[in-house]
């Protein structure tokens, strides 16, 4: 059994920046693809940025490319998301998740979730 507890949310003018972590606790999380999942009022849940076990290949969705960066620090139990330029069409729910593999994670095969943060973005 994995939890995952994210923390970094909170309320930000567009153009601004937030980092969201992600702290795993139980089985190692070197062992598992991770990624970051939203989901904002009114729509489905879609996929943001998915990371490799080490950290070597990492994917983002072509709306955050070039303004997200995601990484992860397996010694810490720690994943981020590093959020830049916000827009105010980023406002969701931020999820972070851990599956098998990277690849699996995209496809929506989560073994883990956390509960979730808010992030707001106004115009």
């Known amino acids: 059994q994995v939890e995952l507890v994210e923390s970094g949310g909170g309320l930000v003018q567009a153009g601004g920046s937030l980092r969201l972590s992600c702290t795993a606790s139980?089985?190692?999380?070197?062992?598992?693809?991770a990624g970051w999942f939203r989901q904002a009022p009114g729509k489905e849940r879609e996929s943001v940025a998915a990371?490799?076990?080490?950290?070597?290949?990492?994917d983002y969705a072509d709306s955050v490319k070039g303004r997200f960066t995601i990484s992860r620090d397996n010694a810490k139990n720690t994943m981020y998301l590093q959020m830049n330029s916000l827009k105010p069409e980023d406002t969701a729910v931020y999820y972070c998740?851990?599956?098998?593999?990277?690849?699996?994670?995209?496809?929506?095969?989560?073994?883990?979730w956390g509960q979730g943060t808010q992030v707001t973005v106004s115009s």
């Open positions: 990371i490799s076990w080490s950290g070597s290949n990492t």
């Open positions: 139980g089985r190692p999380f070197s062992r598992y693809g």
């Open positions: 998740a851990a599956g098998s593999t990277l690849r699996t994670v995209l496809a929506g095969t989560v073994d883990y």
